[in-house]
């Protein structure tokens, strides 16, 4: 543990080095770099495999995926979604020329809070956009029941929660589609990259045109896609990171146990325990800071000791700057607002030493102590 090398709030996990040489150096023979090779689709079946579901799409980024499934299932209008998350999820509800309807989130776990649903529905709307936040899961069986009774598509935005599971079940299967991202800070990763997984089998030709121009299996164009391909190379990292997969969340989980013992019963700091049916993947260490606690206080101390956490998700997507300069109300979100002021997410990766995560929890319990003799 040195204090020189300052800690981020994540560090990307990779295979080991000779490991990817291995997996790449096929293609020097192919010359296959792109558009849909057998690194691809291998990937694409593997991750079948992982996630429990039939149908896959992989994309050049989780971002994109969100675009062109918004697009490929044609919904229109608005769509209820939640204002705390990356501005991702928001910005392809708005680029889809759609309007994003902002449902409150939960005190418990951040994610929609399916009792304010039902008073955002209007006969514009079609869709739920939800988000597994932190790889914590969304109420699925009451957010599904209320789109059901309203004839609504049901998304989930799962950027975070590759790999959870609840009473045994991927999250990948809620709904009529899910979106994973693969971005370089994510549990699993591909570099760049997402994917999305979905129930109807008949969707895998239209997502698989959108994300290659529109082109169709007889050569013309027949919708008008764009280009968000996964490359040989990227999805090639995904396999081998895939086979590490299981023991990095073992790692991440252990991390969380020395931040969570460190915090157990203190006043003023809450900490997003995993429901019992829940494997969780430990994607985020959010940590949220009430009473003698501050948390841009927390913020400070830790960077002071060269330790970077990050106030994902501060601001609101919908208190931006360009949010407010374009729209001059939206819908009023207290629980959503008081989470992404006092909320703040503490490095998290398998590669954290015991001793930063317990030199970390001691910063910020002290914290408090220095606050309260400034006072
Ligand atoms: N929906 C949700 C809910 C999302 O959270 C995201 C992405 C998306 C949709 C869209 O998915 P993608 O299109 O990205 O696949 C990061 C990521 O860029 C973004 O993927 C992620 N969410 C968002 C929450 O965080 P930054 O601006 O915080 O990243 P950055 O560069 O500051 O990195 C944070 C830390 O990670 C660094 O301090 C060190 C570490 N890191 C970073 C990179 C880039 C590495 O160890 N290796 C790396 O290569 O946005």
Same mark, same amino acid.
């Given at each position: 543990m040195t204090k020189d090398k300052p800690i981020l709030v994540t560090q990307s996990s990779l295979p080991p080095f000779e490991e990817y040489c291995k997996e790449i150096a096929g293609i020097w023979e192919t010359?296959?770099? &792109? $558009?849909? !090779?057998p690194k691809h689709n291998e990937l694409e079946v593997g991750l079948g495999k992982y996630l429990g579901v039939d149908n896959v799409t992989l994309y050049t980024n989780g971002h994109l995926a969100l675009e062109n499934m918004l697009e490929a299932y044609g919904v229109t209008g608005e769509i209820i979604t939640t204002?705390? &998350?990356? @501005?991702s999820t928001t910005n392809a509800i708005l680029r889809s020329g759609l309007m994003p309807v902002f449902c409150d989130v939960k005190e /418990? %776990?951040? *994610?929609? $809070?399916?009792?304010?649903i039902e008073d955002l529905i209007t006969d514009r709307t079609s869709a739920i956009l939800a988000v597994h936040v932190y790889g914590n899961v969304c109420d699925d069986d009451v957010v599904s029941k209320i789109a059901k009774k309203h004839n609504l598509k049901v998304f989930y935005d799962a950027a975070h929660a590759f790999g959870v599971r609840k009473n045994g079940v991927s @999250?990948? &299967?809620? !709904?009529d589609c899910s979106m994973f991202s693969f971005h370089? &800070?994510? +549990?699993? $990763? *591909? +570099?760049e990259g997402g994917a999305l997984c979905y129930k /109807? !089998?008949?969707?895998k030709p239209v997502l698989d045109s959108y994300k290659n121009f529109g082109l169709d299996a007889s050569k013309d164009y027949s919708v008008m896609g764009g280009n968000a391909k996964m490359s040989e190379f990227h999805a090639a990292m995904g396999i081998c990171n895939l086979r590490h997969l299981d023991g990095e969340i073992l790692k991440r989980k252990r991390v969380f146990g020395i931040y969570a013992s460190a915090f %157990?019963? @203190?006043?003023g700091i809450k900490v997003c325990v995993p429901p019992a049916d829940v494997e969780h993947n430990y994607a985020y260490m959010p940590v949220l800071f009430t009473g003698a606690f501050n948390r841009d206080d927390v913020f400070d101390a830790l960077a002071k000791e060269n330790v970077f956490a990050r106030?994902?998700?501060?601001?609101?997507t919908n208190r931006t700057t360009w949010f407010r300069k374009n729209f001059v109300t939206t819908q009023p979100t207290p629980v959503a607002e008081f989470v992404s002021d006092n909320v703040l997410c503490l490095p998290m990766y398998a590669g954290l030493s015991d001793g930063d995560a317990e030199r970390i929890a001691d910063i910020v319990l002290k914290s408090a102590k220095h606050r309260r003799e400034v006072l």
């Open positions: 010359r296959h770099l &792109t $558009n849909m !090779g204002p705390f &998350t990356f @501005v /418990d %776990d951040y *994610t929609i $809070n399916p009792e304010k @999250v990948a &299967t809620y !709904g370089a &800070t994510k +549990v699993f $990763n *591909t +570099v /109807d !089998g008949a969707m %157990d019963g @203190v006043e106030k994902y998700f501060y601001p609101l």
